[in-house]
């Protein structure tokens, strides 16, 4: 006898006739065989070791036998019980039926073979009970499983499926909970009964496209619930088979990602119009171009200005622009409100509409029917030199893919340069060009400086034989600037600004291009020269922040900043330009170089160069003191100076402090300079009665010698008038000894002044425990407070937080008599900039040297 699977036996004897006999075959099916003469005993066996058998070989069974078998009846009711015994009593006989014994065998034996074929027909019958057992056992895990998932599935999936047509055969519960509807309103109709009415219809193309080919579909739908509320979900849909491999419907796996997309929209969604903002603008423009080149559709883009918005804004005030600005923006959500039609803030009052799939004729059409509507909304504007209502000026593109080749910066650059027109040729109008020819000459020519263009310098890039330098020069705030000069005064601004440009440009191998309107390049293709035109961005292009020239007999004195991003490299020089251009625009050093492994070395140079000059300096003794203005700004009388280092090179050049001073970290001289610095301002202060400003940073702080120094200054020449200026910053490891620090000065009468704050990292628990009794906010915040609303809001804030605080504020960087005026509606106290006072020598401004 073999056994299939592994047994167990419990064998209970009263004689040994044939009981060796029997054992010694069943071992062989049996891998555990426990034998007994007691029937008590067997019975505590059992309840320690269940069996797969039980054999009672007795010579005469009696009632406490058939007790004990009804005890393991009990105990287990499947039990397969055997029993070998001579009965002679009737009852007895009945109570062995009774209890449904496998096999009754008769003593004695006629036949021991035909026993141990009996006995091994049971095994077989117990080994496959045992099997089915097993596996009814696993198939109702399996099926508990099934069920759980089920279950699960039900409560937490949102799983539809539908027939060929799209009708809805199944619905889980979570996505009728998600939804609102009963299955009962669901089973049967079509998925449409979800379709937000503003859905993408080429999504939903592109589904039943695959669909038909029988391929899976993934993508996001905007749909709705019963009772109109939109939801978003991300679906995967896949088609359903029957047994026979037929398609029969699909399935559709949904997860709801509106808590995502309504966060993604925060992203992507001016807040004050609720429209998308500039940063969606870039990702929409490159997506509908690749789009329509796909389709072979014509693409349209609309730029849009408010006419003399900065009239309006100073007649009658920013909230009621901020009205305004809303007012226009639903209206043009009515008037680019096609499933196609994408809207977006992009600046100020600076809207865009991009669309596709029109003809010319259309979006000429289109684009009055805009025109005129926002007229027709009958917002009264009074300054406006146009109409009595406010307008809007429109530069618009509509180009035919299927002949063009036009990058997203040509069609940005093209619809910017016909708005521009449409502005200065009379204002609320469209212009519009439409045939390649003109298109083309726009590319391709500046008219206005006469400088090699764009696609000049894409050309001049695919043909770099070996690494060169690109700088991207952006002229800062220059929409401010179209509001408030003519057309003719702009083109003087701009061809003044080229030829400043081009003084700095001294060899055959260095260009000039004009990219767009406000932006410049220079290409320098010999290495040799990449350090002579870092030097002269750092040291002369970055401080030249006038451009003077006289025009129609008026003579012209204009503030403006440049922002440059500067790249080295052959094949991604543009685009690593650009991203150096976008992270300078965030940096107060108004310049970014682009790092990648293979810039290193130049970057490098540029470095030891830089520490070459500073150390030269620091050497030479040639860290001077230049000292800034910053004025009570409703006295218009100068209350302090803030004393700035500066840099005197070998040939005489003033260096700004951003140039040079990572160079005194890196070379571990930091606290050199400082004191050398120091050492100069508190002479200064020592023969003058003035009140000084002194920057210091958390480094000098935690230096004890620098602090002994400054205790040593402070004990020979007194601090009355000294305010230290500290830049609160994450590099702050102690606060501790920030507030010693500040305790000890305090001592000496000394004021203690917050710089840069609101830049990125701002505690105003520390602002409080720091007893400061001056807030600078940054520089960037008063720069962007006309162009952005959230800075402005940001702003609003930190001025009540320091009124409340008994702080008082400073603005940085007040560079015009309109941002004057807007801090001081704000409520600043002291302002600092070149509307003010450039830094200047200390005798420039009639102090004791």
Known sequence: MN?????????????????????????????????????????????????DLVIFDTHTADLEDIKICEEFRLLSPEQDIVIFSEVDDVELLKKIIELKVEK??????????????????????????KELTTKNIELKKQYNELLKQKAFIEKHILLTYSDLDGNITYVSQAYLDLTGYEKSELIGKNHNVFKHYNAKEDAINELWHSAQLDEPWS?????????????????????????????????????????????EKLSITDPLTEVYNRRHFNTV??????????????LCLIILDIDYFKQYNEHYGHDSGDDVLKWVSTQLKVSAGRGSDYLFRIGGEEFAIITSNMSDDDVRIYAENIRKSIENIKITHKFSKVSDFITASLGV?????????????DIYNITEHNLFNAQHNGKNRVIFNANQTTKTEICSIDKTTKLPDRIELFKAVENLKSNAMLMIISLNHFKHLLDEYSVKVIDAILIQKSKDIRRIILDKSTTLYKLNLNEFAILITDKSQFQKYLSILEYSLLQNKTCEFEFEGVNYNIVMNYTVGVAYGEEKILN???????KAHSTPKSFFIYEESENIKEIQNVKIDKLRVYKEALENDNIVPYFQPIVDINTGKTVKYEALARLIDSDGNVVSPFMFLDSSKEDKTYESFTRQMMNKVFAIYSKNSVNISVNLTYENIASKTMVEYIKNRLDK?????????????????????LEEFIIMVKSYGCE??????????????????????????????????????????????????AKDTGIKTIAEYVSSKEIAQHVKELGIDLVQGYEYGKPEPADFYGLNI
């Open 3 to 51: 056994s299939v699977r592994k047994l167990t036996l419990l064998y209970v004897h009263s004689e040994h006739e044939v009981f060796e006999l029997l054992v010694n075959e069943l071992n062989k099916s049996f891998e555990y065989v426990f034998t007994t003469n007691s029937a008590v005993e067997a019975l505590k066996l059992y309840k320690d070791q269940r069996a």
């Open 104 to 129: 009754y065998i008769v003593k004695p034996y006629e036949n021991i073979e035909l026993v141990l074929e009996i006995l091994k027909n049971i095994v077989i019958k117990i080994n496959i009970k």
């Open 219 to 263: 993508g996001e739908f905007k749909n709705v619930k019963k009772d109109g509320t939109p939801f978003w979900v991300k679906v995967i849909i896949e088609p359903i088979y029957d047994d026979h491999n037929i398609k029969v419907g699909y399935s559709a796996v949904k997860e709801d990602i509106s808590h995502q997309k309504k966060a």
């Open 285 to 298: 423009l490159n997506e509908e171009l690749t789009r329509s080149k796909r389709k072979g559709l014509n």
């Open 397 to 409: 593109i509509n180009v035919d893919i299927k002949s063009s080749n036009l990058s997203t910066d």
């Open 576 to 582: 690593h330009s650009d991203i150096a251009l976008q």
């Open 717 to 737: 020449f007194g601090g009355e008038q000294i305010t230290f200026e500290i830049v609160e910053s994450e590099d702050i490891d102690d606060y501790k000894i």
């Open 752 to 801: 203690i002044a917050i710089d840069d704050f609101g830049s990125g990292y701002s505690n105003f628990t520390n602002l409080i425990k720091l007893n400061t009794n001056f807030l600078k906010l940054d520089g960037t915040i008063i720069e962007n407070l006309s162009k952005d609303k959230n800075v402005e809001t940001m702003a609003k804030a930190l001025i009540s937080f």
